[in-house]
């Protein structure tokens, strides 16, 4: 099953304790779906659990038995709904919601008390929120088609979390997270323990890789740096043996050169270490350079 999966199976299986928070949780659920109005009541899911939910709560909240319609098709949507216009005003009354609203808005009394936040915003996910597999990446979102909703459901969530950013995607508002913080405290909102565990193991796997990446890169880097710096220093040594011999050189660089060209895997300062006198690790670089420098000067 997808993350999202995992999280409306899990945000299913909590009932809240209060009944104020099983209100909100419905009227969440029922004010974000396909249709909530005086002719039509409508719930689309394509999860069995998340239908009879619904069900539930709302037979429970309202007294009202809506139907459920399983797909017709394998991938289809389950319908739970009702186009009986008795049991819409007994809803609407219910959530205190009039027959002709022109534009639906979050009647803030069904989120009565500070413990129903969380639970109303379940019950909104349920409908119309997802968060993508946190190992491709962070995003967590509300796809919701009415825009004064939207805007009402950004206002709740910048009280709870912070103001999500907002974008259109086919005429329809998307409310999104992509720091895996506020997803994790989107979760953490919704009671979704089982999820938020999920969620940060992964990060830390995730982070513990990164860690790794980046520090396997640093010694690869470094281990090319240096042998390009050996095979400058070699090619300098043959072409002063080449041109004029080693023993034109200084005597201090002679026996650099000579210690250099005999221990090509050797470090600076094991070469400092096999000088005699012994020669600190930058004593050894600068002779080197000199070497080096020399070197260019016969090209
Ligand atoms: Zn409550």
Known sequence: MSFSGDIKKEICSLNPENDCCIKAKCYGM??????????????????????????????????????????????????????????????????????????LRINRSNIENECCFGAFISGVFLS??????????????????????????????GECISTPKATLRKSSNVLYYKESEKIEELLTLMNAVKSVFELMNVKIYKDMRNHINRTSNCITANISKTAESVRKQMDAISLIDEKIGLEALPSDLYDMAIVRRDNDFASLSELGRLMVPPLSRSGVNHRLNRIVEIAKGLE
Do not use: W
Not at 71 to 82: A, D, Q, S
Not at 85 to 94: F, G, H, P, S, Y
């Open 128 to 157: 119309c929120g997802s968060i993508s597999d946190p190992n491709k990446a962070y995003h967590g979102e509300f796809l919701v088609s009415k825009k004064h909703l939207a805007n009402d459901l950004s206002a709740i969530l």
């Open 30 to 103: 029922m004010l974000f779906s396909a249709k909530f109005g005086a002719d039509s009541i409508l719930f689309k899911t394509e999860k069995k659990d998340v239908a009879t939910h619904y069900f539930d709560l709302v037979k429970k909240v309202c007294d009202v038995e809506l139907d459920i319609v399983p797909p017709e098709k394998e991938r289809g949507m389950y319908l739970v709904c009702t186009n009986d216009a008795k049991k819409c005003k007994t809803i609407l009354d219910v959530f205190g919601h009039s027959e002709n609203q022109l534009h």
